[in-house]
């Protein structure tokens, strides 16, 4: 559980963030880490509702 997300059958909420400098949204959470690995703490890593639009692994799925 290392994205803090519940990986079983129930659909369920996905935190996302958004890196402002480049617009792409991935799984994860400020302060700690996306889905495919980059490190949120920086600033320009903003909790986002849109739909994720990272392509890569941990973060498509
Ligand atoms: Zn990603």
């Known amino acids: 559980m290392r994205l803090g997300l519940f990986n ?3 659909k369920t ?3 996302a963030v958004k890196n402002t400098e480049t ?3 991935h ?3 400020k ?4 889905g495919c690995g980059f490190d949120t703490s920086a ?3 903003v909790y986002s509702n ?4 990272c392509d890569r692994n941990g973060c498509k799925n």
């Open 27 to 29: 799984i994860g959470y």
């Open 8 to 10: 079983g059958n129930l």
């Open 50 to 53: 849109e739909r994720i639009t």
């Open 13 to 15: 909420i996905i935190m």
């Open 31 to 34: 302060g700690g880490e996306t």
């Open 43 to 45: 600033s320009h890593w």
């Open 23 to 25: 617009g792409e949204v």
